[in-house]
């Protein structure tokens, strides 16, 4: 355990390929699609071995904190941050980095989304206690990149490049979410990892970044930080918060940084070969239980009793009631008492653009 190890976890979105199970005020990190816990239940628990309870930060909306604040009831409650408005994952980690500069000095920060999966967390905590160890030993940034299996277009990419210290490798460069011909060409390189969103730097390389790359919001950022554990920071927040860039850390420090170089930048990729699956639609989970469970017709069913006839390879999610599946393939199924979904395992990454069509349609009951 590391007495200046702080995890920041971002448990702001709304989940929407999740509908119509995740919803706004539960999103997609509150529901427990892998076990018996939540998603962020199980973030926080693999977690709490490398840090302290009380050096836990998350950001999110005001939509979520009630049930996070439920959900994790020892967590320190003022640290359980809701932004007047989402500002994509800079602004939110910047704010952490400028107010724990002021606390702690030799503070390590974490970066963590809330939703994701990993199947070995003893290796995971390996692997971040030597990441901890590069954070702090300079203006070093840690990224922990997945061993790529398939020529995925929904990931960014990042390039590797020589081997660094202990285990890491030097990072060329960041890719976005290449299209698929690229996307094959990065899986034969063998040099290339998908960027789990997860990674590692001090407070004050990261503040120092922010002010070198993203001067206008690292000044908002500072402003709302010097009020930070007075009676002004609630108003202070709300008030400066939504003045900040609207920009991904990725693009706002990563890109420009790895833009200097290998040698120069200090950004170095770890390998992440723990298991890890951002579970980001129900084709996702489907193939992720499947891999545990390894049912012989493919199917997934979760009912009040369960019939199949020539069926394979289908996610049902229909509690309460008997399920009967016959003569279909691929399909994903999921119901609560007031939706339906009904798509293909192939189309489930659209189940998005339902939720887009109740936000126009002011169907808010829905969502």
């Known amino acids: 355990m590391s007495e200046d ?9 709304r989940g929407t390929r999740f509908w119509p199970l995740s919803r706004k005020k539960r999103a997609k990190q509150l529901l427990a699609l892998d076990g018996k816990q939540t998603m962020i239940q199980q973030t926080v628990a693999r977690l709490l071995p490398a840090s302290r309870g009380k050096q836990f930060w998350i950001i999110t909306n005001d939509d979520l904190r009630p049930e996070i604040l439920r959900q994790l009831p020892k967590l320190a409650k003022d640290q359980v941050l809701a932004e007047p408005m ?30 994701h999966v990993i199947a070995n967390p003893d290796r995971f905590r390996e692997v971040l206690a030597d990441g901890i160890q590069i954070a702090a030993s300079g203006e070093n940034i840690v990224v922990l990149g997945v061993q790529p299996t398939r020529p995925e277009t929904g990931y960014g990419y990042i390039e590797a490049g020589s081997l660094g210290t202990a285990d890491a490798l030097r990072v060329r460069r960041f890719t976005e979410k290449p299209n698929a011909e690229t996307a094959a060409e990065f899986l034969k390189a063998g040099n290339y990892y998908w960027n789990s969103g997860m990674f590692l730097w001090s407070a004050r390389t990261l503040a120092n970044a922010l002010t070198e790359h993203l001067p206008k919001t690292a000044a908002v950022l500072e402003k709302i930080a010097a009020d930070y554990g007075t009676n002004k920071f609630a108003g202070t927040f709300r008030r400066l918060y939504p003045k900040c860039e609207n920009i991904s850390i990725d693009y706002a420090v990563l890109e420009p940084r790895s833009a200097k170089g290998e040698e120069e930048s200090n950004i170095f990729c770890l390998r992440a070969d723990f298991g890890w699956n951002d579970l980001g639609s129900w084709t996702a989970l489907h193939e992720h239980h499947a891999t545990r469970q390894s049912p012989a017709d493919g199917n997934l069913i979760s ?28 399909i994903v199924v999921v119901e609560t008492d007031d939706a339906l979904l009904v798509t293909t395992r192939e189309n489930a990454q659209d189940v998005g653009k339902v939720v887009k069509y109740l936000d126009e349609k002011k169907m808010g009951k829905l969502v």
């Open 303 to 330: 009912g009040q009793g369960i019939f199949t006839l020539n069926a394979s390879s289908n996610y049902v999610h229909a509690p309460g009631k008997f399920v009967a599946v016959v003569g279909v393939n691929d």
């Open 86 to 115: 989402g500002r994509n994952t800079a602004p939110a980690i910047g704010l952490a980095a400028f107010i724990l500069q002021r606390t702690n000095p030799d503070a390590v920060i974490g970066l963590f989304p809330s939703d």
């Open 5 to 13: 190890f702080y995890p920041v976890i971002l448990a702001g979105g």
